[in-house]
């Protein structure tokens, strides 16, 4: 059967899974730097090239406004027609470039917003599969919606995958007069659907969700077919052998368009979704909780010390001596070395790294895990290999069953089962040789429709956590003076549980979220920029949000924004500096940092640290300090990179094993 054929039946089934196997950069050290440094410097004239035809159909928008309904109509269906064809992108451009003329108004009359030039050449970008840096507040959420009523004319699966479950939602209807004016239908998936319903959202010609909704659905649908490859060919064997659609869920995967792609793609690309069953183990329960009375007679710094950055635990010699009075303690399963340190080693780690309100929140007697990126809960996630049982043992939560993995994918390899991949971030600086590197595609950065008027201070140095705590109060407290807003961003629950502590007993009202009060968020973030307004936010106010600032507030200054602690990336520290001063208006960012910061705590050089104790006594303390701080952050950059990069050649090289004994079966 050739090609053709099998792409043929399984439109007409209403079904279509991608092949894998899709052109992948040589993993030859030259030959990508090679094609990296070909498109760095390429990357000006291929701007110019969308400026250009942005441009174009800026001529022609007189010429879209005289059209009638019938004509715009016709427009419609003569794209359609041509993207099924797949012409319309590559083959017949000057066409697109009418028909992205006439989407153009199109959106003016269903939306009331006309795309700006600059939200073009976005489109323009992701339509070739680049992923594309557009600037905060610049309408990433129009632009996606655009290129994905192009990518669904082609007549096969789109997804448009975003940050968490809300904004799907609200994505998805802001969308739809557009989508229903171009003859597509859309749905956005709800995680409290049962699935039992034969009206699946994934028959929607665009389906809007989060990557965690597509790649489990994905795994279901997997283990519905077996051992059957999930591709073209595998899918088509499978209905010639008698089996109906209707058992799955997804119609296949075609094209993906990423919103906040860097978080996506790379922070979370190496995480594995497990689709599970409880597996009941009597002897793990036993084990955790004698390694947990164990722990508890051990000191740290002074039994035993832990490496922070590698989660490795070394014992001094006081250390194995209170081990050896314990050990009998442990059930005889666990007395052997390597289970002994194994567990102990996870017992120290649920008392010294995962922290409560930190990594993880109690609710209903239920350990629910914090994304440490986003702030947000993440329901349903457990940690591996026992250490969430752990967990559980130290917070004092009844003791859950371990899972067994029925099925298994990481975010990285799943996106790269689709044929086509676009998106758009304002945070892609630092991680186009990554993105490269695993997906094969390259980034653009677009430059903003208005200067920027942001001003962003140096890094602000303390010497304690308690002198910073109380500089940011009285900061505040002169901010609300001025009858300006304030957003202050921390890194876990407990911090901004903390300093929102502080406010009140100063008199100053605030509103605080976190992952405790997510269901508040949209309330929270929309009355954020009104004078005197003080919010203090984890992470969550820094993704998919739009912090609306009056008038009078942009004329004295614009939202003040005061990030408390720097994380491991700048990215995310751009994430939340790119809550003020969008769309060229004014606003200010006071960043600080102290010497107790995780930051420097884990990825700081021993001999480096002294440095930090006698910071604020020097007379360029700021500009010390954001050095400092930009030198760590790097060093965290580079090990997570490094990290990731060892993950992606080990699931490679375990591909290839799995299939060289698949062959020789």
């Known amino acids: 059967m050739s090609r053709v054929a099998i792409d043929t039946s399984l439109e007409l089934s209403g079904l279509f ?51 009638s309904d019938s004509e715009v109509d016709g427009w419609i269906a003569r794209l359609s027609q041509l993207a099924r064809c797949n012409k319309l992108i590559d083959r017949e451009r000057p066409i697109l470039l009418q028909g ?13 917003e006309r795309p700006y030039d600059v939200q073009l050449m976005c489109v323009l970008a ?63 998936l709800d995680s409290e659907d049962s699935g039992e319903s034969e009206d699946t959202p994934y028959r929607a010609d665009i389906v809007y969700g989060t990557s965690k909704q597509f790649l489990a659905e994905y795994l279901k649908d997997s283990l519905l077919l077996g051992d059957t490859e999930v591709n073209c060919l595998g899918l088509t064997v499978h209905f010639l052998q008698g089996v109906g659609e209707q058992q799955l869920k997804m119609r296949g995967l075609h094209s993906v368009i ?35 009375a164990i722990v508890d007679h051990l000191v740290a710094d002074e039994d035993y010390r832990l490496n922070l950055a590698l989660g490795d635990v070394g014992y001094t010699r006081r250390g194995e001596r209170k081990l050896d009075q314990h050990l009998d303690s442990l059930p005889p399963l666990w007395q052997h070395p390597d289970r002994r340190r194994e567990i102990l080693k996870q017992a120290i780690q649920a008392r010294d790294v995962f922290l409560q309100d930190h990594h993880y929140v ?29 967990i559980e043992a130290r917070a004092g939560v009844t003791m859950s069953d371990p899972n067994k993995i029925m099925a298994r994918m990481s975010f990285q390899n799943f996106f790269k089962l689709y044929r086509r991949i676009s998106g758009a971030s304002g945070t892609l600086q630092d991680i186009n040789r990554e993105i490269f590197y695993n997906y094969g595609i390259h980034t653009l950065r677009v430059p903003p429709r208005l200067p920027d008027q942001r001003q962003i201070h ?62 508040e968020e949209a309330d929270i973030v929309a009355a954020a920029g ?60 006071l960043p600080m940092a102290s010497a107790s910061d995780d930051l420097f705590r884990k990825h700081l050089p021993s001999f480096i640290k002294p440095v930090l104790k006698v910071v604020r006594q020097t007379r360029y303390q700021n500009t010390l300090m954001t050095f400092l701080v930009k030198a760590a952050q790097q060093h965290a950059q580079r090990k997570a990179f490094r990290s990731r990069q060892r993950l992606n050649k080990n699931d490679a090289r375990s591909k290839k094993m799995i299939s060289f004994v698949k062959s020789k079966n």
């Open 126 to 188: 992701m339509l070739d599969c680049n992923l594309v840096q557009l600037a905060p507040g610049e309408g990433k959420t129009l632009s996606l919606g655009v290129v994905a009523v192009v990518f669904a004319w082609v007549g096969r699966p789109c997804h448009v995958v975003t940050a968490n479950e809300y904004l799907a939602q609200r994505d998805a209807e802001l969308m739809r007069p557009l989508f229903s004016k171009c003859r597509l239908s859309v749905r956005s």
């Open 530 to 589: 009104f004078p005197c307004a003080v919010t203090v936010a984890t992470n969550m106010a820094g993704r998919g949000t739009d912090i609306k600032v009056a008038d009078d507030v942009i004329a004295e200054g614009g939202l003040r924004v005061i990030m408390l602690e720097p994380h491991e990336s700048s990215r995310i520290d751009w994430q939340l500096f790119g809550r003020t001063g969008r769309q060229g208006k004014a606003g200010e960012v």
């Open 362 to 390: 109690v609710d209903d007697d239920k350990i629910v895990i914090v994304d440490e990126a986003t702030g947000r809960t993440m329901p349903g996630r457990t940690w591996s290999n026992g250490l969430h049982q752990a």
């Open 258 to 292: 990423i919103d906040e792609a860097d978080s996506i793609l790379i922070d979370e690309a190496v995480t594995p979704l497990i689709i599970s069953g409880p597996d009941a183990n009597v002897n793990l329960h036993l084990g955790i909780l004698a390694a947990k």
């Open 100 to 112: 992205l003329a006439v989407l153009r108004e199109v959106c003016a009359q269903q939306l009331g």
């Open 458 to 519: 140096r890094f602000q140095a303390f010497s304690t956590e308690q002198a910073k705590l109380e500089h940011v109060v009285d900061v505040i407290r002169r901010f609300n003076t001025q009858k300006v807003p304030v957003l202050v961003g921390t890194r876990s629950v407990e911090d901004s549980e903390r300093i929102a502590e502080k406010l009140r007993r100063s008199d100053i009202i605030c509103h605080i979220l976190n992952a405790k009060n997510n269901q």
């Open 17 to 67: 899974y991608s092949e894998p196997e899709r052109w992948r950069p040589a993993p030859n050290w030259f030959l990508l730097r090679w094609r990296m440094l070909r498109h760095r410097f390429s990357e000006r004239r291929i701007l110019a090239r969308y400026r250009a035809e942005a441009q174009v159909i800026d001529d022609l928008s007189a010429w879209a406004c005289r059209l």
